[in-house]
Nanobody
Framework: QVQLIESGGGMVQAGDSLRLSCATS????????MGWFRQSPGKEREFVCVIKFLGSRTYYADSVKGRFTISRDDTKNTVYLQINSLKPDGTAVYYC??????????????????WGQGTQVTVSS
């Protein structure tokens, strides 16, 4: 079992920055991929980015490349999402997720095993 707790969301202005955190617990090792997804009202939950356990490689959705940065600090069991230059279409609930089976598709939300409760980010123009 892995427990995930997101924090750091809030209401911001367009152009502002935020850093979201995802604290993990419950597993003795950190050998899993960690992803961030987001869900806007009326839309499907979409992939944002992932940091892989093997080599800490990162992958981003095209819509966030250059503005979002995912990182992990295994000494603190925490994954971060730095969001810069926020846009109003970035308004969503942001979720972190853990993928235990490293061979699964990191783009697919259904291929993740554990989810946090989400943190709301609201961007006003």
């Amino acid at each position: 079992q892995v427990q995930l707790i997101e924090s750091g969301g809030g209401m911001v202005q367009a152009g502002d920055s935020l850093r979201l955190s995802c604290a993990t617990s419950g597993r003795t090792s950190n050998d899993y991929n960690m992803g961030w997804f987001r869900q806007s009202p009326g839309k499907e939950r979409e992939f944002v980015c992932v940091i892989k356990f093997l080599g800490s490689r990162t992958y981003y959705a095209d819509s966030v490349k250059g503005r979002f940065t995912i990182s992990r600090d295994d000494t603190k069991n925490t994954v971060y999402l730095q969001i810069n230059s926020l846009k109003p279409d970035g308004t969503a609930v942001y979720y972190c997720a853990a993928q235990i089976n490293l061979r699964r598709n990191y783009l697919q939300k259904d291929d993740y095993d554990y989810w946090g409760q989400g943190t709301q980010v609201t961007v006003s123009s």
